[in-house]
């Protein structure tokens, strides 16, 4: 699954580490996530969508449609 999360940080001036920290995860986690190793589960996508103040559409592009 595709992300726009490098975009959406860098557009806010936000490291990986501050990220995480605010959505309860680990800095690896928002790595892995972001090079597409990880798909973020349901609750995380939430976190991260909400923090943007965006839908989860927005956030994760899924790469089946």
């Known amino acids: 699954m595709k992300t726009n999360l490098p975009a959406l ?9 501050e990220l995480a920290d605010a959505v309860g995860v ?3 986690t928002i ?3 972001e090079v597409g190793k990880y798909v973020a ?5 939430f976190k991260i969508a909400r923090y ?5 559409e927005d956030v994760f ?3 089946e449609e």
């Open 9 to 17: 940080r860098k557009a806010r001036k936000l490291s990986q580490q």
């Open 26 to 28: 680990t800095r690896q």
């Open 31 to 33: 790595t892995s996530i």
């Open 41 to 45: 589960s349901l609750p995380l996508a």
């Open 52 to 56: 943007f103040g965006l839908a989860i």
């Open 61 to 63: 592009i899924d790469e």
